[in-house]
């Protein structure tokens, strides 16, 4: 089994930074990469940030700039700058893993932390 945990949400104003961190642990083998993605109320989940094993990050166009997604060994961050109201979400960890040299890669997920951004 895989384990998923995120830190780091809470209620900022406008302009305001956060950190998220999320521990992955358990049955990991070959990871391929981890980020972060992000759901609003009434709106499709959508990618936030990731990185893969040789950190090469990639940006969803509207966080290029603010947030900053890094990791070491098992954890990822995300630093969020900058905040606005439109980011408040819950932020999920995902990690792209296959456990064995035998199995196809896939995603698992961490149970989100709520982001909110006050104006």
């Known amino acids: 089994q895989v384990q998923l945990v995120e830190s780091g949400g809470g209620l900022v104003q406008t302009g305001g930074s956060l950190r998220l961190s999320c521990e992955a642990s358990?049955?990991?083998?070959?990871?391929?990469?981890m980020g972060w993605y992000r759901q609003a109320p009434g709106k499709q989940r959508e990618l936030v940030a990731k990185i893969t094993q040789g950190h090469q990050a990639s940006y969803a166009d509207s966080m290029k700039g603010r947030f900053t997604i890094s990791r070491d060994s098992r954890n990822v961050y995300l630093q969020m700058n900058s905040l606005e109201p439109d980011d408040t979400a819950v932020y999920l960890c995902?990690?792209?893993?296959?456990?064995?040299?035998?199995?196809?890669?896939?995603?698992?997920w961490g149970q989100g932390t709520q982001v909110t951004v006050s104006s």
């Open positions: 995902n990690l792209n893993q296959r456990p064995n040299v035998l199995s196809s890669y896939r995603d698992y």
């Open positions: 358990g049955s990991i083998v070959q990871i391929n990469t």
